[in-house]
């Protein structure tokens, strides 16, 4: 069974490529051009030829792919200027440019010049939504700028897959306008699923069945079918777990898109040379991506941040390809495993990069602040709790009745409109982000409650209030005894065990109800 060879080389090479801090898709790539080379020799008798079965399994990554796309596909979270705008001029301008270009440098037609400019424009959702997460950024606002543009080139890249597929819709496919209509069942079946392994098939059944074979079947992309289910449930409040519970399943199946890349034949000399010159005008990417951002009024350092986590080319561009181009497949691999050497590096240097050459970049900036980079200020603020999960929560109304001068922040918009609407003193900011701090005020704070549900963030957090000379008392609550210890060593004054607190508490409302024995001691002398 060849596939067992296959799956281990991935493997071995994954595990290699992720020690020295880049993606394992690199390695996958290159596991499939190593089994590609080794099936050249007669002597060594490995198979390496594309399978039906491997086929498939890239097919079922795709459609899983797309679907947790769909999940994100919040509409707050792309309907803003610099998203809808950024990502939109970004794809025309490099369309515009790089189509005219590759056709008057390669001996290639129109149509294929256009289709490697579109694949080529856009930036590798995986990549960037790593990098921003393994540096605790995905909520910064640039963050959620940069998740926001990802999104839209997903859509713009659906709709080109669709396009160059050809498919002709039959009559059946105006059900799909009646399909919202089923978000309430989908959502109980959803609640109904649990935690376990039935979420896990809900989102397969919904992703490969209903949505991949559904489409299908009536004439439509089913690509455009896992989107759109995905979609669907994207308002749902357990969207997001169902994402995280699909993501290893989606990984393992993408394994066996770039495996069939690789295996698909070795790089000539003409691939390489793609690659190579598409890396170098990769910089040329990252720079448009920054002064379209500065153009939409973002910091300097926002739109730097921004640009920087976008300056690479995307899987979804292969994806592109495999329907578009089949035959740029192997080059449009090398290019996209070449940005990703380039790009993961610069990324993990991103603010010491931005500090070297701020004093430079900040001139660029427009006079107009963005909206949601605007300085904060907390005016006559007495007690600030950070964080409105339950526990903040309900510290706040427990405060409320007694302080006048309470205020919350919370990094979840959605929560924090929740939180207006019942009347809190809620606004929103995000503790992990450097240009929070950098524009507080709080001249009236006395104590803060750090009541976030992560620990980075409340390590952050209480570092950066002593680090801006708040002298005041800082309390927050963990789960974990070790946690505990470096929130106050990071400058807290208390940090109590959530458990232990709840403990006691449930110890005090039995006394209420039950008064103590008294002479209990008494009894065991007798």
Known sequence: MPEAIWISFAFGLGLLIKAVGLPPLVGYLAAGFVLSGLAASPSIGISAEPTAVLAHIAHLGVLLMLFTVGLKLKLKSVISPEVIGGSLLHFAITCLVFTPGLYLLMDISWYVAFMLAVALSFSSTVLAAKVLENKRELRAFHGRVSI???????????LVMSLAAGQTP???????????????LLYKLLDASGHDELLVLLGMLLALVIGGMGFEAIGLSSELGALVFGAILANHPRSQELAKSLWSVKEIFLVGFFLQIGIGGLPDTNAVIFAIVAALVLPLKGILFFFLMLLFRLRARSGFLTALALTNYSE?????????????????????????????????????????????????????????????????????VMGMGRTGTAAYDWLQTTEARLMALDSDLPKVARHQAKGRNVVYADAEDNTFWEALHMPSVEAVILAMSDIEAKLIAARMLRKLGFTGYIVAHTMY??????????????????????GVALASHLLDRIPPVPALVSDKAG
């Open 170 to 184: 039959s009559q059946w496919a105006l059900i799909v306008f009646g399909l919202p209509l089923l978000r309430p």
């Open 316 to 384: 979804f561009g292969l994806i592109v390809a495999s329907i578009a181009l089949p035959e740029w497949l192997i080059p449009l691999a090398i290019t996209v495993a070449l940005s990703f050497l380039i790009s993961a590096p610069l990324n993990r240097l991103a603010h010491p990069l931005y500090e070297r050459f701020s004093h430079r970049l900040v001139r660029l900036e427009s006079h107009q602040r963005h909206p949601d980079e605007l300085p904060i200020s907390l005016g006559d603020t007495r007690v600030l």
């Open 148 to 158: 926001g543009i990802l999104i839209m080139q997903d859509l713009i890249a659906l």
């Open 481 to 502: 005894a070790d946690e505990a210890e470096r929130i106050c060593e990071a400058g807290a004054d208390d940090a109590y065990l959530t458990m232990s607190e709840t």
